[in-house]
């Protein structure tokens, strides 16, 4: 699952989070936004249309410990300002190549 940093060009408010939901085996990862605390944060769902049963208990947002002000976010608008983000650069979680150029170490 790629995750983006997001900074929002006018509050400069920022967060790490993937982009839409995802699936992964009998659940999906959701990006959601507690409206209470203003905090985005990843959350793992059970998939309704999964055969699972698998429950992966109560959401709840983990600042402020409630359930009853999260929604699913919708990647664009900040949670503070309400103006458009945007995701910067690259997926942070992807593997950076080595800088050793491709020439390996020596042994001595």
Not at 18 to 39: A, F, H, N
Not at 55 to 77: N, P
């Amino acid at each position: 699952m790629a995750r983006y940093k997001f900074v929002c060009p006018a509050c400069k408010f920022d967060c790490i989070c993937s982009i839409g939901r995802e699936k992964s085996g009998s659940y999906l990862s959701v990006p959601m936004i507690c409206r209470q605390c203003k905090d985005v944060e990843e959350y793992k769902v059970t998939d309704p249309l999964s055969l699972s049963s698998s429950y992966l208990g109560d959401l709840s947002c983990r600042v402020c410990h409630s359930g009853e002000y999260l929604d699913e976010w919708d990647g664009i608008t900040c949670p503070h300002c309400q103006k458009p983000m945007r995701a910067i650069g690259a997926d942070v979680d992807a593997k950076k190549p080595d800088k050793d150029f491709g020439y390996g170490r020596r042994s001595r």
